[in-house]
């Protein structure tokens, strides 16, 4: 069988179109397939006119033929390789050849030259199968675009957009380049992009990405890139680097396999000379192959990157995908990759009279432009509360400290309080924020005019879901150490950090600190260091690190182009199944060539003494090639999941957008919590009883129907973890707390509340608040099963 490595595709700037690529496969499939035809037909041919017919002739004329054909490129091939010194490991079956004819061994040398130029159709079809995922993505390019001018629609080539074009995309289409939704509701299938199959919904003002198909109605959006600096396009370079980069596991396969063609000849001399028989010589050079080195390895490797690539994970290339099996530090930044990356406005906080809605006017106009994950959930906010936006001028972003916008004259500064005030003292208000957020976890973005500090916005920025459970599973996979890096307050930091699990957390951390920090773990560990993040402040300590795995689709952005793994899908626990799928890969690949290679010695060493003759030996060097191929396809199936469930995956979702729905009712525990001793006992009992009319018709009767209806999905789809006990012994308390109120509310009657009534019920609102925040964290790590099961149910990753 052929042992050149199969061409990397070449893919231009713009890819081909797809009647283009079908007039291309046509001739592309006849040069591989048709030499391998044309020996088989000989073979056949020859084999009826040698046992039919009785014209031996006739018939080894005929393979003669065959053989020489055979024989010239082969050749010509292995010269070519010698010149480059590259181990010409074809000389085998050159040498086999010649040794056929030399010794009247007709059909033995025929089926050589069949498993030859048969082999090279095989290693390409073997070849393209492992990179069907890669090869998918770069073949689904947007290519044509819908610009509209006035009431006109003109249809364009995607590299003729231009950032602040409005694209029309019509049902089925895909987005041409990223953009921001302008009119319509956009309903997207970006399975493409991450692995997602069920279409996501993204309202007027959210961002979009290229490469996503319209699922629903037509809609508009605005530009925000050109074609060549949007997501897909990204996407697709990261792609094409991965197809052309060799692992240090194939360049090793390869010069190993260069030592194995002196190791042939010898052994075939020695069998010729201590036999008495050529024959003997001749069957061992027909039955070796390093097939399972040379090919095994790049197979293997390239189907876990193309199996990674069907689950929304991009890795450039198998040199980082066998890193990543050897990883056993890991370093998390905190927003947007330990948590959600999607914070909540929970309040705005005014300074000296301001105006709550001016407040977040002025943070919403200038988080416009701003990157930072925070800015879009303010922007959202704000829209939400009827509060439009204006576009700022003299816009400036400094990195870790906020952004800085001109409108109607004033200076406006968001971001953190010391860098919003001008690095002067900050006001007693401004500090009791800081302190509240460092109590509370939550985030606070500061905002000023000229700089005088006008107010404060409140974010919840909630742990991931999946993150806990996808630390656990890290452990089990042999990751030694968890370090978690923030540049928030220590004190925020550690209570995230003791949430999901990190053995340690390093706060207040700079961009250029979080280069040393990865400089100074790498020096204390014993393997890969890999590190986390998602911002534009992380790409330095990306780069630095052994690994960097950079968390979302934006193929442009500092981050992801400074990572070797991407996760186009939202979602940290792609990272455990990553490296898994590295691990499982990497046991493959020496599988295949251990069994492959082993097999090869043991049937040279039966040729050697005559057992096998040349004839089958060319057989049963095709059968190990075949063995090692398919063992080394394994790596595109995924072992650990079982079949698929996305009914489930749907219903998390659905109860995701019910806690959406309560959660306005359950922050009022908090606010009125605050509020007890404020309120005037007529206002305030009239709230209390409001709340606790919410609390026992909705959110009870919301819990209850989730304990019948999907606690079961839960303990199915967990299997031996069933994590529905915790669950039901915060529903009882729930239920304890809300019937308590009512009584305590029955108590009070008509009459004011006396100061004990106050601090009881002061006592049932802040235990009631955070009793839900723990029981709708523990709901949100339970919901990410069903999330998985859209996969299928979790197996045993070993094979």
Request: net charge negative.
């Given at each position: 069988m052929t042992q050149q490595r199969a061409p990397t595709p070449q893919t231009s700037d713009a890819p081909a179109r797809p009647t283009q690529r079908v007039a291309a496969a046509i001739?592309?499939?006849?040069?591989?397939?048709?030499?391998?035809?044309?020996?088989?037909?000989?073979?056949?041919?020859?084999?009826?006119?040698?046992?039919?017919?009785?014209?031996?002739?006739?018939?080894?004329?005929?393979?003669?033929?065959?053989?020489?054909?055979?024989?010239?490129?082969?050749?010509?091939?292995?010269?070519?390789?010698?010149?480059?010194?590259?181990?010409?490991?074809?000389?085998?079956?050159?040498?086999?050849?010649?040794?056929?004819?030399?010794?009247?061994?007709?059909?033995?040398?025929?089926?050589?030259?069949?498993?030859?130029?048969?082999?090279?159709?095989?290693?390409?079809?073997?070849?393209?199968?492992?990179?069907?995922?890669?090869?998918?993505?770069?073949?689904?390019?947007?290519?044509?675009?819908?610009?509209?001018?006035?009431?006109?629609?003109?249809?364009?080539?995607?590299?003729?957009?231009?950032?602040?074009?409005?694209?029309?995309?019509?049902?089925?289409?895909?987005?041409?380049?990223?953009?921001?939704?302008?009119?319509?509701?956009?309903?997207?299938?970006?399975?493409?992009?991450?692995?997602?199959?069920?279409?996501?919904?993204?309202?007027?003002?959210?961002?979009?990405?290229?490469?996503?198909?319209?699922?629903?109605?037509?809609?508009?959006?605005?530009?925000?890139?050109?074609?060549?600096?949007?997501?897909?396009?990204?996407?697709?370079?990261?792609?094409?680097?991965?197809?052309?980069?060799?692992?240090?596991?194939?360049?090793?396969?390869?010069?190993?396999?260069?030592?194995?063609?002196?190791?042939?000849?010898?052994?075939?001399?020695?069998?010729?000379?201590?036999?008495?028989?050529?024959?003997?010589?001749?069957?061992?050079?027909?039955?070796?192959?390093?097939?399972?080195?040379?090919?095994?390895?790049?197979?293997?490797?390239?189907?876990?990157?193309?199996?990674?690539?069907?689950?929304?994970?991009?890795?450039?290339?198998?040199?980082?995908?066998?890193?990543?099996?050897?990883?056993?530090?890991?370093?998390?930044?905190?927003?947007?990759?330990?948590?959600?990356?999607?914070?909540?406005?929970?309040?705005?906080?005014?300074?000296?009279?301001?105006?709550?809605?001016?407040?977040?006017?002025?943070?919403?106009?200038?988080?416009?432009l701003s990157s930072h994950v925070f800015a879009a959930s303010i922007v959202d906010a704000a829209r939400t509360r009827g509060i439009a936006p204006t576009f700022p001028d003299a816009v400036e972003s400094e990195t870790g400290s906020g952004i800085a916008g001109t409108l109607a004259g004033r200076r406006i500064r968001v971001g953190r309080a010391a860098w919003t005030a001008d690095d002067g003292p900050l006001p007693a208000e401004a500090r009791a924020v800081t302190r509240r957020t460092a109590v509370e976890g939550t985030s606070s973005v500061f905002v000023a005019a000229d700089g005088r500090l006008l107010g404060a916005l409140l974010l919840d920025d909630p742990l991931r879901p999946e993150a806990a459970r996808t630390l656990r599973g890290l452990r089990a996979l042999g990751v030694q150490r968890f370090v978690m890096v923030t540049g928030d307050h220590g004190d925020i930091g550690e209570l995230v950090g003791e949430a999901v699990g990190v053995d340690r957390v390093l706060a207040e951390r700079s961009p250029a600190d979080k280069v040393a920090d990865v400089r100074a773990l790498r020096s204390e560990g014993r393997g890969r260091l890999l590190m986390v993040g998602d911002g534009v402040n992380d790409a330095p300590a990306l780069a630095e690190a052994d690994l960097g795995v950079a968390m979302g689709a934006q193929g442009a952005t500092a981050s992801s182009q400074a990572s070797d793994v991407i996760l186009v899908v939202d979602r940290l626990d792609r990272l455990r199944e990553t490296i898994a799928v590295a691990q499982r890969t990497r046991r493959i690949a020496w599988q295949s060539v251990a069994a492959g290679m082993g097999m090869s010695f043991v049937a040279m060493g039966f040729a050697a003494f005559g057992f096998i003759t040349p004839v089958v030996g060319a057989v049963l060097q095709e059968v190990i090639d075949l063995a090692v191929i398919a063992n080394a396809l394994r790596a595109l199936r995924a072992k650990e999941y079982g079949p698929a469930r996305p009914e489930l995956a749907e219903r998390a979702a659905g109860l995701r957008a019910e806690h959406g729905e309560l959660a306005a009712g359950i922050d009022r525990l908090r606010s009125l919590a605050d509020s007890v001793d404020r309120l005037e006992p007529d206002t305030l009992l009239a709230e209390l009883r409001s709340l606790h009319t919410f609390l026992s018709q909705e959110l009870l009767a919301h819990e209850l129907d989730e304990e019948r209806a999907v606690f079961p999905l839960l303990s199915e789809a967990a299997g031996d973890e069933d994590p529905t006990a915790p669950l039901r012994h915060t529903h009882r308390e729930i239920v304890r707390l809300v019937r308590l109120l009512g009584h305590t509310l029955d108590a009070i009657g008509e009459g004011p509340p006396d100061d004990a009534d106050r601090t009881e019920l002061r006592r049932l609102l802040y235990g009631l608040h955070a009793i839900m925040g723990l029981h709708n964290a523990q709901e949100e790590e339970a919901l990410g099963m069903l999330d998985a099961a859209e996969a299928g149910g979790k197996r045993d990753s070993r094979s």
């Open positions: 001739p592309d499939r006849l040069k591989v397939w048709g030499p391998g035809s044309a020996v088989a037909a000989a073979l056949a041919i020859g084999l009826v006119l040698d046992l039919v017919a009785d014209q031996r002739q006739a018939a080894v004329a005929l393979w003669l033929v065959a053989i020489v054909g055979a024989i010239v490129p082969l050749t010509i091939e292995t010269v070519r390789a010698l010149a480059r010194r590259e181990a010409g490991v074809d000389a085998i079956a050159l040498l086999a050849m010649l040794g056929a004819i030399a010794l009247g061994e007709w059909v033995a040398g025929v089926i050589v030259a069949l498993m030859y130029l048969g082999g090279e159709g095989l290693e390409s079809y073997a070849a393209s199968r492992a990179r069907r995922e890669l090869t998918a993505l770069v073949e689904g390019a947007p290519q044509r675009a819908n610009r509209r001018r006035g009431d006109a629609i003109e249809d364009i080539d995607v590299d003729a957009v231009s950032p602040g074009d409005e694209l029309v995309v019509r049902p089925g289409e895909l987005v041409p380049v990223d953009g921001i939704v302008l009119e319509g509701q956009a309903a997207l299938d970006e399975r493409t992009l991450t692995g997602e199959s069920r279409p996501v919904e993204r309202p007027p003002g959210t961002r979009v990405q290229s490469g996503a198909t319209n699922a629903g109605s037509p809609f508009t959006l605005r530009a925000t890139a050109t074609a060549q600096d949007s997501t897909y396009t990204g996407l697709v370079r990261l792609v094409e680097a991965a197809q052309a980069e060799q692992a240090p596991f194939e360049r090793l396969a390869d010069r190993a396999a260069g030592v194995f063609l002196p190791i042939t000849v010898v052994v075939a001399l020695a069998a010729w000379l201590l036999s008495g028989d050529p024959v003997n010589g001749l069957a061992v050079l027909v039955v070796a192959t390093p097939c399972p080195m040379i090919l095994a390895a790049p197979i293997a490797i390239t189907s876990g990157v193309s199996r990674l690539a069907g689950r929304g994970v991009l890795v450039k290339g198998g040199g980082a995908l066998e890193a990543l099996a050897d990883v056993d530090t890991v370093l998390l930044d905190k927003t947007g990759t330990l948590t959600a990356g999607r914070p909540r406005l929970v309040e705005v906080i005014t300074f000296d009279g301001a105006d709550p809605d001016e407040v977040l006017h002025l943070a919403a106009s200038v988080d416009q």
